[in-house]
């Protein structure tokens, strides 16, 4: 079982359109970070979000996170091909004193 | 170094061979981690070091599994008599705070047994 839940797995779209995926747990982190990896590279930071009910926007992106601190929320509006990726939620788990990371969202963005 | 390198890119390797994989941090960060990332999955947490901290090896799946680092430089990760299983992508990534804040990745190096 992951600690971080992430929903849906796989998504395809096509270019315009406005989608959410979602980063959920059980359990109540300090903060929450997202990432973007695509093919043959490493993931790489596209926000970090810290208070409950926090809401960052990057350009066409918005992210939230639930006022429990427990699942957090990415939104992309009008999405564009160059948004394909693997979309990965992560969240300190201090009994590991690591980073766990969610198995991640693949979306395509079809022209 | 301006990102984080790791070497080789790509290897294949015989099953019950021996490899060593290789990653050179951002200078300065003291944070180094190590995750193996399965195809299909999310990235599994193998160990971390932080400056000359004894390192956090508690995600090593198995004894076959080493890895290194001296001081905040270059770390290296041995696997010893590599299994089919071992095949993966493992992904280094060094912070300059430690867990809780952002990690810059390397590449990875693509793991292949056969």
């Known amino acids: 079982t992951q600690l971080l839940e992430q929903s849906p797995q796989f998504l395809s779209i096509q270019e315009g359109e406005n989608l959410t995926v979602y980063c959920n747990s059980s359990?109540?982190?300090?903060?929450l970070q997202w990432y973007r990896q695509e093919p043959g590279e490493g993931p790489v930071l596209l926000v970090t979000?810290?208070?409950?009910?926090e809401v960052k926007k990057l350009k066409r992106l918005t992210f939230q996170f639930g006022d429990a601190r427990k699942d957090s929320s990415l939104h992309i509006t009008a999405a564009q091909p160059g948004d394909t990726g693997l979309y990965l939620c992560?969240?300190?788990?201090?009994?590991?004193?690591?980073?766990?990371f969610g198995a991640g969202t693949r979306l395509t963005v079809k022209p | 170094g301006a990102g984080v390198s790791q070497s080789p890119s790509n290897k294949v390797t015989e099953k019950g061979k021996d490899v060593e994989l290789r990653c050179d941090p951002i200078?300065?960060?003291?944070?180094l981690y190590w995750y193996r990332q399965r195809l299909g999955q999310g990235l599994e947490f193998l160990i971390y070091?932080?400056?000359?901290?004894?390192?956090?090896k508690s995600g090593l799946p198995s004894d076959r599994f080493s890895a290194e680092r001296t001081g905040e430089s270059v770390s290296t990760l041995t696997i010893q008599r590599t299994q089919q299983e071992d095949s993966a992508v493992y992904l280094c990534?060094?912070?300059?705070?430690?867990?809780?804040?952002?990690?810059?990745f390397g590449s990875g190096t693509r793991l292949t047994v056969v």
């Open positions: 990534a060094s912070s300059s705070r430690g867990r809780g804040y952002g990690y810059t």
């Open positions: 359990s109540v982190f300090s903060s």
């Open positions: 979000v810290v208070t409950g009910g």
């Open positions: 992560a969240g300190p788990w201090y009994n590991n004193n690591d980073m766990r």
């Open positions: 200078s300065g960060h003291t944070a």
């Open positions: 070091f932080q400056g000359n901290s004894a390192p956090d």
